[in-house]
């Protein structure tokens, strides 16, 4: 594994009394570097705005659970369609400007799904060189061209993409890249990759995973209301607090995916009560648009903190927050040290990031106590003493 050793650890809430929305702390097992049965807390997981444990998310699904069971039990074009599945691509169309969303079981799958609908075997696949492996996987089920750029090198995605054009005038091409990357915390300048796309008359296929509810105008994404984006795809399982994925796109794709796309026609619908606690933190997100960037605020202090303490500086700007260290056990036992002080992180190593570049990836989540970076920054200060 890449990230930190496996260890089975079951979430459960710790919050103080005055916080009664969700602080997730995990118990440490004899595996880990932490004493046994010592609570962690989370600087690990993608609940960027802390709705995984929240009230309303927690009644909508157990509602939905009494009224439709637990799953769908067919595809959504035999039995498994119910109205809380249209609901929420409703209201998610209306939210996302975009005339038709579709849902899908996991984030996977929709980017599988994404990519087989703009792509096939005589289609140039550009992609940024770090795109997640579900979109590398679907390019390579289309059967396209797959050339890869810099990560977020715009002048080196240009030069790409004349190329393309010159050796292959006719051949349809396909530009992916993501809102804001995993691993690296950074975003491309989406108005200006959908402008350079449409130059070329490329389509533009961009991956908003982790960065819906958080950035963007009313956190709805860095792609909002860039008509150049040809699809969105989005997931449920991080900002979101629940489960789950969709694709956003004109109505002639909407259409061609329904008709088309056995990874939306050939699987059980997403689980009814996801969908209902999805849609109740879509309308916690709109009710609290300044969530996201009061999260963004707040880690633009911790990277300020953090290069005074003398580290480089986290790339990008957002809630993950990349700490380099670069060599894998050196990673591996500063991520050990801040367990022993009661914080969960990951070590990020190789094949997922490359060799040399080893790091915690920690993430800022909405109800972390004020106390957390103080916590943060006296164990990093005893892993350098030591």
Known sequence: MSTHPARRRQLRTWSPAAKQEHLQAVPADSGSGAEAGQELLDLASNDYLSLCRHPSLIAAAEAQLRFSGVGAGGSRLVSGSRPVHVQLESALSRWLGRE????????????????????????????????????????????????????????????????????????????????????????PPVPDLAALCDRHGARLLLDEAHALGVL??????????????????????????????????????????????????YTTALAPPLAAAALAALELIQTNPDWGHELIKRSDTWRERLVEAGWVRPTGRGPILPLLVGEDQQCLNLQRQLELSGLLTAAIRPPTVPEGSARLRLVLHRCLPDETLESLLKALSKDRVA
Do not use: W
């Open 100 to 187: 038709r969303v579709l849902l899908f079981p996991s984030g996977f799958q929709a980017n599988l799904a994404a990519v087989r609908a703009l792509a096939d075997r005589h289609t140039t696949v550009v992609a940024d060189r770090l795109i997640h492996h579900s979109l590398l996987v679907g390019v390579q089920a289309s059967g396209a061209r797959l050339r890869r750029f810099a990560h977020n090198d715009l002048e080196a995605l240009e030069r790409l993409l004349q190329r393309c054009r010159s050796e292959r005038p006719k051949a349809p091409l396909l530009v992916i890249s993501e809102s804001l990357f995993s691993m690296e915390g950074t975003s």
């Open 216 to 265: 963007g105008e009313r956190g709805r994404g860095l792609g909002f209301a860039e008509d150049k984006v040809t699809m969105l795809s989005g997931t449920f399982g991080k900002a979101f607090g629940s489960g789950g994925a969709f694709l956003a796109c004109d109505g002639e794709l909407g259409e061609q995916l329904l008709q088309e796309s056995g990874a939306f026609r």
